[in-house]
């Protein structure tokens, strides 16, 4: 049951890193600064924060038009959700 909780919370937190991180690139972008690498957008999303950078894609109308982004992070997101259901169903 405690890997449950540590798992629950590392999800919330890389999402709200992911959520924040889709962000602040969306806000480098429109203010022509540097920009957070595709890849690392993508590294978060697979680390687990799919849901937070699926939900910031469309929150802040960002990289919705890139095939590895509009595919990609949903595709992410369905394997993590249904690791999620395992891990909670099977323990």
């Given at each position: 049951m405690e890997i449950q909780k540590i798992f629950i919370c590392y999800l919330l937190l890389v999402n709200l890193l992911a959520f924040s991180m889709f962000g602040i690139d969306k806000w480098k972008a429109a203010h022509r600064k540097w920009r957070i690498r595709e890849a690392a957008l993508l590294g978060?999303?697979?680390?687990?924060?799919?849901?937070?950078?699926?939900?910031?894609?469309?929150l802040f109308?960002?990289?919705?038009?890139?095939?590895?982004?509009?595919?990609?992070?949903?595709?992410?997101?369905?394997?993590?959700?249904?690791?999620?259901?395992?891990s909670v169903k099977f323990y």
């Open positions: 978060i999303a697979f680390a687990g924060g799919a849901a937070g950078g699926w939900a910031a894609m469309y109308r960002h990289k919705t038009q890139k095939p590895y982004f509009k595919i990609g992070v949903p595709m992410m997101l369905a394997i993590q959700g249904a690791a999620l259901y395992l």
